[in-house]
């Protein structure tokens, strides 16, 4: 099932996998992805893929695009390079290796009429996001036992970011990206429930 979510500048196409529970309201999860594309200064008008999948389909991409066995639980495949977004403390390099700071490279031509441009795509494995919120594994630091709703909006937040060129590999990038969440999804994101 494909549903497009117009939300404000941004369209969400929000894309179930057969046999995939329905854990939150579409609109929920449409609003999440909205929230960081708005905190992390996206382009817009555009659009955003959300896939909500399952276990198999996430171990398949996680070995195809980052060589690492299993599955994980939320993948973001930008189709914009980091400098294409305002510089955060997300990303400590400033944008410098990706571009000139302060361009305006993106679209670097113009789109059609009533065209969206797009920014790319989250998946996110509902099977695992359930399974870590049930067992405690879930939240920013991994030990927290909540609702699964909770650990996809979470999820999708995350997902987002990493869209908008944010990361998580040093521990300056870590801190910034783990405050915004926290500030997007509201007090108490690392509280059991």
């Not at 555009?46 to 389909?57: H, P, Q, T, V, W």
């Not at 113009?110 to 509902?126: E, F, K, Q, T």
């Not at 997902?159 to 521990?171: F, I, K, N, Q, T």
């Not at 300056?172 to 500030?183: G, I, K, P, S, Y």
Request: hydrophobic share 45%; glycine share 12%.
């Amino acid at each position: 099932m494909t549903r497009a979510l117009y939300m404000g500048p941004w369209r969400v196409d929000l894309t179930v996998r057969d046999g995939v529970a329905r854990q939150v309201a579409a609109t929920t999860l449409a609003r999440a992805v909205v929230a960081g594309l708005a905190a992390a200064g996206a382009p817009s008008p555009a659009s955003i893929g959300l896939i909500l999948s399952d276990d198999a389909e996430l171990a398949e991409l996680n070995a195809a695009h980052l060589g690492k066995p299993g599955p994980t639980d939320v993948l973001s495949f930008p189709f914009l390079p980091p400098h294409a977004f305002p510089v955060h403390l997300g990303r400590l390099d400033g944008g410098a290796a990706d571009g000139p700071v302060g361009a305006q490279p993106w679209p670097p031509f113009a789109l059609p009429p009533g065209r969206r441009l797009h920014l790319g795509d989250i998946i996110v494995s509902v099977e695992r996001a359930m399974e870590q919120a049930q067992a405690g594994r879930g939240g920013q630091t991994g030990d927290v036992r909540w609702a699964p709703a909770d650990e996809l909006r979470l999820l999708v937040t995350h997902g987002a970011l990493h869209v908008c060129g944010w990361d998580h590999a040093e521990p300056v990038e870590e801190a910034a990206m783990r405050a915004l969440e926290a500030r997007l999804l509201g007090p108490g994101l690392d509280q059991p429930r």
